[in-house]
């Protein structure tokens, strides 16, 4: 099956630095979407983003398709960032299969003062 | 507000107990879906349904049960056959199959 690797799996930032998030997909998706798991626990919705460049204020991200990767950009970081970070993805060969979305291992960030 | 809503947020069970969670959602999405996540982990399928009394087993079923019999309402059940049920659960849904995840706070259980 389709294999979701993100990197880094750990990652420290100072306030106000940026940083780059990846997920790799080893063969072709539907749909890839980007979620922050806050430190309560709550999965907040960042991008629904099969392909192309979507903007939302600090954060962007960036899918190429054909190239089977995704980036998430977070600049001018703040401590309301920390928390993990998934990317998931629909496989293409399961176009109708409800259970087919496989999320990544996740980034954990950590943003400190 | 439109969204996903799960009660209760905390919950302690005694082992042998079969407990309920709720999950509502006012999106009018087809689909909803439960999954769990342990300490440190990913998240890991347990049901799904795409439509009002209709569902399917995920990838770790054994030990839940779930029904669908609203479609804004798809209760979990964590059966006494659960053999570790502490662990955080969170609900989804989507406007139509695999499409765009939308989640709820979670619930998370502990088993005394």
């Known amino acids: 099956g389709i294999q979701v690797e993100q990197s880094p799996p750990d990652l420290i930032l100072q306030e106000g630095a940026n940083s780059t998030l990846r997920c790799n997909f080893s063969?072709?998706?539907?749909?890839l979407q980007w979620f922050h798991q806050n430190p309560w626990g709550q999965l907040i919705n960042l991008f629904y983003?099969?392909?192309g460049t979507k903007q939302n204020g600090r954060l962007s991200a960036t899918t190429v398709a054909t190239e089977r990767y995704s980036l998430l950009y977070i600049s001018s970081s703040q401590t309301t960032d920390s928390g993990v970070y998934f990317c998931a993805v629909v496989p293409s060969v399961w176009k109708t299969s409800y259970d087919k979305v496989i999320f990544g291992p996740g980034t954990s960030l950590s943003v400190i003062p | 507000d439109g969204g996903i809503t799960q009660s209760p947020k905390y919950l302690f069970r005694k082992e042998g107990q079969n407990v309920t969670l709720s999950c509502e959602q006012n999106l009018n999405h087809d689909a909803m879906y439960w999954y769990r996540q342990d300490p440190g982990q990913g998240l890991r399928l347990i049901y799904y349904?795409?439509?009002?009394?209709?569902?399917q087993k995920g990838d770790i079923a054994e030990g839940y049960s779930v029904s669908r019999e609203k479609k804004e309402s798809f209760p979990l059940t964590v059966t006494s056959a659960q053999k570790n049920p502490t662990a955080f659960y969170l609900c989804?849904?989507?406007?139509?199959?695999?499409?765009?995840?939308?989640f709820g706070e979670g619930s998370r259980l502990t088993v005394l």
């Open positions: 983003i099969p392909s």
């Open positions: 349904s795409q439509i009002v009394n209709d569902f």
């Open positions: 063969d072709s998706v539907n749909n």
């Open positions: 989804a849904s989507s406007p139509s199959a695999a499409g765009e995840l939308f």
